[in-house]
């Protein structure tokens, strides 16, 4: 199954399940791992939800290249 299509049934199924799905968004880093997502989801578990974390910004890494993405992240004009 390609990644398009696993990302989009992901969606899908959180949309139509109730199941929280927590998006780290592209262009964020993709050398530190954000801790409110982390910490929610913890969170969302504990007190008995359904709960992932989807990676946008290391599918897009993966999709384009780490060193474009990199550029791309760092570049004055994304900050």
């Not at 139509?16 to 982390?38: A, M, Q, T, V, Y």
Request: aromatic residues 8%; hydrophobic residues 45%.
């Amino acid at each position: 199954m390609d990644l398009k299509k696993q990302v989009e049934e992901l969606i899908h199924f959180a949309a139509n399940s109730g199941h929280i799905l927590f998006i780290i968004p592209p262009f964020g880093s993709i050398e530190d791992i954000p801790i409110g997502p982390h910490i929610l989801h913890s969170l969302a578990i504990k007190n008995g939800f359904k709960a992932d974390i989807l990676y946008l910004n290391m599918i897009l890494a993966s999709i384009i290249g780490i060193e474009n993405y990199q550029s791309i992240y760092s570049s004055p004009e994304s900050k």
